[in-house]
């Protein structure tokens, strides 16, 4: 007989109550009682300073994993006036609208910060682990309940009522511990392998690196290629979307499926185009507003959203260039994005300054050799059908199967 049995049979051999997050919380709350656009994001600043906190998004929580070094940073005077949704324990937060909902993180406790917009926090009394209920919420016990809720035919979400009403299994604490102990274990060994992953990305940014540091022709992205702007079509024109079969990519795809791309997640119709039509096979994207300095190679026709904008090699040069050459070469561009935005509360390019930026190109020969290489470290890095990301895929499928099932317990009988 395990621990964890030993210790069920000792202190609660006939089940245990469902309690719902209500009643487990101090507070359950999200951004509230003041204006977003009038009052925070005037006091947003884009580097951290000694007296300001980091300002948390969903994008900057994966689980356990949780990334201090964001896109902007709150004044201490500002914080300070907002203690309910003020991160400084440790606590559950929920992302409560859009595509992201569903995704949950525990917040460490280790480093004050402020919560975001779109994101429900739930600070927990203290009889129960903060790491137990994280794994619950992580859970299908809570993510089938979160399915149920989802409210909105266009924006979806969740509200702060939903969330204080989702149950989850609530046995005696030395139970809970157990079982935080045996799948911090499980975590723990998917952690390792991403540290490796992250030592061998670290590792091809070296050679990439030395690699690109080439003598050879500097060619600026105005003389180099083509650009064109994406965009969306009207989602209000069913005759755009459906039964579409042009692909039409957004950040998702690269998120998802890499940096050489195919197949898009949607699709549109002829009808959505414009006069110019598809953007040529073999062009690159990189989003130029809102998330800044996302790339991919798309080695089909296709269409884009407008935060992307399209580098399609002119014709000119097409005997000279080998494109995925020019997709390693897009961190660097990626960096210079990041690092030439224009002044404003909306983050985006000057893209008078983007179209000056200057590739380095080698001779044909030359580039495909650095081709060969990046491509092997490339692909042990981020390829999901082998090397690494597909062994971290593997294991994080058995903790996930392993956690559904120690959180399975009968429903104690009333």
């Known amino acids: 007989m395990s621990r964890l049995e030993e210790l069920i049979q000792q202190y609660c051999p006939d089940g245990v109550e469902y309690k719902p997050l ?26 951290k300073d000694p007296d300001t906190v980091p300002y948390i998004q969903t994008k900057f929580f994966t689980g356990k994993v949780f990334n201090y070094n964001t896109d902007y940073y709150v004044p201490f005077d500002v914080v300070d006036k ?39 926090v739930a600070k ?6 903060p790491d137990y209920v994280f794994y ?19 924006q979806a979400t969740i509200t702060v009522e939903d969330i204080r009403q989702f149950t989850i299994p609530v046995p005696p604490l030395p139970v809970q511990e157990e079982i935080v102990r045996i799948l911090d274990n ?49 989602k209000d024109n069913p005759d755009f979307w459906e039964s579409g079969t042009l692909p039409w990519f957004k950040l998702d795809d690269i998120n998802d499926k890499g940096r050489v791309l195919s197949e898009s997640y949607l ?8 006069k110019s039509g598809l953007f040529p096979e073999n062009s690159i994207i990189i989003s130029t507003s809102a998330t800044i300095g996302e790339y991919a190679l798309i080695t089909v026709p296709f269409l884009c959203n407008q935060r992307f904008t399209c580098l399609t090699v002119k014709p000119k040069y097409k005997e000279q260039v080998n494109t995925k ?11 210079f994005c990041k690092e030439h935005l224009n002044q404003g509360n909306f983050a985006s390019v000057d893209m008078k300054q983007f179209s000056k930026f200057e590739f380095v190109i080698p001779p044909l020969e030359e580039q495909e050799r650095i081709v060969t290489i990046l491509d092997r470290f490339d692909s042990l890095c981020n390829d999901i059908t082998s090397g690494l990301p597909a062994e971290i895929d593997a294991r994080q499928k058995q903790y996930e199967y392993y956690r559904d099932k120690l959180l399975s317990f009968p429903a104690l009988s009333q």
């Open 22 to 47: 209500g009643e487990l919380c101090s507070l359950i709350t999200k951004q509230t009682g003041f204006d977003y656009t009038n009052y925070i994001k005037d006091q947003l600043r884009r580097v």
């Open 136 to 154: 619950c919420v992580e859970s299908e016990i809570v993510q089938k309940q979160i399915k149920r809720k989802i409210k909105g035919a266009g």
């Open 82 to 120: 907002f203690p309910k949704i003020t991160l400084d324990e440790k606590c559950i937060l929920f992302s409560i609208v859009g595509a992201s909902i569903g995704n949950v993180g525990l917040f460490p406790g280790t480093l004050k910060c402020f919560l975001g917009g779109a994101i429900c």
């Open 267 to 274: 699709h549109i119709t002829p009808k959505a185009l414009k």
């Open 325 to 335: 050459y020019l997709m390693h070469y897009c961190p660097m561009l990626s960096k």
């Open 124 to 129: 927990l009394n203290d009889f129960i682990s």
């Open 186 to 234: 499980f975590t723990e060994l998917t952690a390792e392998l991403q540290a490796e992953l992250q030592a061998r990305k670290k590792q091809y940014e070296y050679y990439r690196d030395e690699l690109l540091h080439l003598n050879g022709d500097r060619k600026t992205i105005e003389d180099l290629f083509d650009t064109r702007n994406g965009f969306t079509p009207s």
